[in-house]
Nanobody, 114 residues
């Protein structure tokens, strides 16, 4: 059974930083491309960043230069380091396996507010 568990969310002031983690189990993590998505209230879920099995990453324009996605295949974990956070980054953040079975994590809340 594939399972993804996100952690690291919380409340942060504008300009602050957070690092999200997503621990995977039940899959051959090292060959899986992984994605980070977010969903703000009243908005559609959107792709934030994607990383392939070898570490090549792509980003949404809205987070380029502020967010960095990385992975540790030895720990079956993907990370999202977020810097210079803005109120518009407030959302529930999800990780996802980008190939079958396309499993989603349960999400972690990130709130950027003063």
């Amino acid at each position: 059974q594939v399972q993804l568990v996100e952690s690291g969310g919380g409340l942060v002031q504008p300009g602050g930083s957070l690092r999200l983690s997503c621990a995977a189990s039940g899959i051959r993590f090292s060959i899986c491309p992984m994605g980070w998505y977010r969903q703000a209230p009243g908005k559609q879920r959107e792709l934030v960043a994607r990383i392939n099995h070898s570490g090549a990453a792509t980003y949404a324009d809205s987070v380029k230069g502020r967010f960095t996605v990385s992975r540790d295949n030895a720990k079956n974990t993907v990370y999202l380091q977020m810097y210079a956070l803005k109120p518009e980054d407030t959302a529930v953040y999800y990780c996802k396996v980008e190939i079958w079975p396309n499993t989603w994590g349960q999400g972690t809340q990130v709130t950027v507010s003063s």
